[in-house]
């Protein structure tokens, strides 16, 4: 057990710029979510995936964002045309997805995104 | 809605005893976490309620009410590297964590 990765750890555009994260969960997670966290903010729920299908996107989750989960293992997050605003850290969680029970989420160190 | 409240900040001393409350409004609830998380890093699993009642693991404690949509982390003897922020968040429907704004906690000696 690796643990939930995510590359890079930081990334810093200047506004306008396309930027893309990537997430690996833990292997065999089958549940794979993106949270974005401000400062003195607690994580806000994004997106999440069951395998390869995206099941529930957040309101928050605006059409500069999108993203994949194409072979239901590794995820990407890729935001277009950055604004300042976008400037947080990117959490992605992983879960054992145990249907009806306790799924403990795992977090990743996060990506941290830096708008110019 | 969805709402989830917890005092933003705490004070505490080395070896004490400090209570963080937790209410929360939410629709298909599953469970309360409560989570740890250092400046800078990611969040980390402390414990989790889906029953009313006490959960005790080690010096960590975990309350909920499900009637009053209430719960607490109770922390004992507490030392210096308790410091962070503590986040409560409420499982919906199995599917998404909603997250409180998170508790800042600052034990000093």
């Known amino acids: 057990d690796t643990g939930v990765s995510q590359d890079p750890r930081h990334k810093i555009t200047k506004r306008g710029q396309n930027v893309t994260f990537r997430c690996d969960p833990i292997s065999e997670h089958n549940r794979l979510y993106w949270y974005r966290q401000t400062l003195g903010q607690g994580p806000e729920f994004l997106t999440y995936f069951q395998n390869e299908a995206q099941l529930e996107k957040s309101r928050l989750l605006s059409d500069r964002f999108s993203a994949e989960r194409p072979k239901g293992s590794f995820s990407t997050l890729e935001i277009q045309r950055t604004e300042q605003g976008d400037s947080a850290m990117y959490l992605c969680?992983?879960?054992?997805?145990?249907?009806?029970?306790?799924?403990?989420?795992?977090f990743g160190p996060g990506t941290r995104l830096t708008v110019l | 809605g969805q709402n989830i409240d917890q005092p933003t900040e705490m004070t505490a001393t080395e070896g004490a005893i400090v209570q963080i409350n937790c209410t929360y409004q939410?629709?298909?609830?599953?469970?309360l976490f409560w989570y740890q998380q250092h400046a800078g890093e990611a969040p980390t699993f402390l414990s989790y309620n889906v029953l009313d009642g006490l959960e005790e693991k080690g010096r960590f404690s975990s309350f909920l009410s499900r009637s009053k949509g209430y719960s607490y982390l109770l922390l004992k003897e507490l030392q210096m590297k308790d410091s962070a922020s503590y986040l409560c968040a409420a499982n919906q429907a199995g599917t998404a964590l909603i997250f409180g704004k998170g508790t800042t906690l600052s034990v000093s000696s």
């Open positions: 939410t629709s298909g609830f599953n469970g």
């Open positions: 969680a992983s879960s054992p997805g145990l249907a009806g029970g306790f799924s403990r989420q795992y």
